[in-house]
């Protein structure tokens, strides 16, 4: 049944129809992807696209807001973007300073894990 719906919310969001009333599947894999030419980390769901804007200055990289498309919002597709920003942050060896208090916030849930990676 969980297979089916994974399935079903799939197709939704490639279609592009109503996303009204979705609910997420923990089995899906949403992928993180970063494009360097508009400054941004995103997560694509059909033609809606969950993103965080960022800017790199003296190789600190500045990440400054996270947007969820409204349809998207409170299904935790914001912490599966944040996650995978912060592991492809550690990944690269990158520093961060979080300028985004949805990010703040994600890092203090997670201070363990990302705390040599965050700068003033």
């Known amino acids: ?14 279609d592009g129809e109503s996303k009204r ?4 599947s923990p089995n899906l894999k949403w992928e993180v992807r ?8 995103f997560i694509k769901m059909g033609s809606d696209k969950a993103t965080v804007e960022y800017e790199t200055l003296n190789g600190v990289i500045e990440l400054q807001e996270t947007n969820v498309p409204p349809a998207f919002q409170g299904k935790g597709i914001g ?16 520093k961060m300073k979080l300028n985004c208090s ?8 997670n201070y363990k894990r990302y705390q040599k990676y965050v700068v003033e």
């Open 1 to 14: 049944m969980l297979r089916r719906s994974a399935r079903i919310l799939q197709k939704v969001v490639s």
């Open 21 to 24: 009333g979705i609910l997420l």
């Open 34 to 41: 970063r494009d360097e030419s508009s400054k941004q980390f």
């Open 79 to 94: 912490k599966i973007l944040a996650q995978g920003v912060f592991d492809y942050c550690v990944k690269h060896n990158l």
């Open 102 to 109: 949805f990010l703040q916030k994600f890092y203090e849930d």
